[in-house]
């Protein structure tokens, strides 16, 4: 195994969704970034966060302490192609998954709430599909979480 435990950051649970997926699959130990000072410092870990802005939440502050061994970033967008497209954005030169998680919107606060509300007045103006979809999501939510968007992550785990 490449990783000795699965630490995560989660803003509406579908982070945790998909971590405790792989923790179920793997056996290795689920850890809240927030709530991982048990691990040494320098710990191999796989690291998933949600996305905000085009950014990993809480990469830089696993980056710090971990030595992160993989990444799986989780968001909203279909995810054909994004993540070579958020590697390269982000820089990343290690392994990086993407994964379809979903929109609650019961559980957003705060700023989080003011950026869903613009990006739902710019969605509102458009017409293509994937911007109907998305609007769709923002008003009545939605949960892609599965366990089969999880098997190119186990591959990798098991090589």
Not at 122 to 138: M, Y
Request: aromatic content about 10%; proline content about 4%; charged content about 20%.
């Amino acid at each position: 195994m490449k990783a000795s435990a699965i630490v995560y950051t989660s803003n509406t649970g579908f982070t945790a969704q998909y971590a405790t997926l792989l923790a179920h699959q793997t056996g290795l130990p689920l850890f809240r970034l927030e709530d991982s000072s048990a691990l040494a410092p320098g710990t191999e870990v796989l690291f998933l966060g949600w996305l905000c802005a085009g950014k990993i939440q809480g990469l830089k502050k696993a980056m710090g302490r971990f030595f992160i061994r993989c990444v799986c970033a989780v968001g909203m967008a279909p995810s054909q192609g994004y993540a070579q497209k958020l590697a390269h954005d982000l820089g990343l030169s290690l392994p990086l998954y993407y994964l379809r998680g979903g929109y609650a919107p019961a559980r957003i606060r705060g700023r989080y709430r003011l950026m869903m509300a613009m990006m739902k007045a710019i969605l509102s103006k458009k017409t293509d599909t994937q911007s109907r979809e998305a609007l769709k999501a923002i008003e009545l939510g939605a949960d892609w979480v599965s366990a089969q968007q999880l098997e190119p992550v186990m591959d990798w785990l098991r090589k």
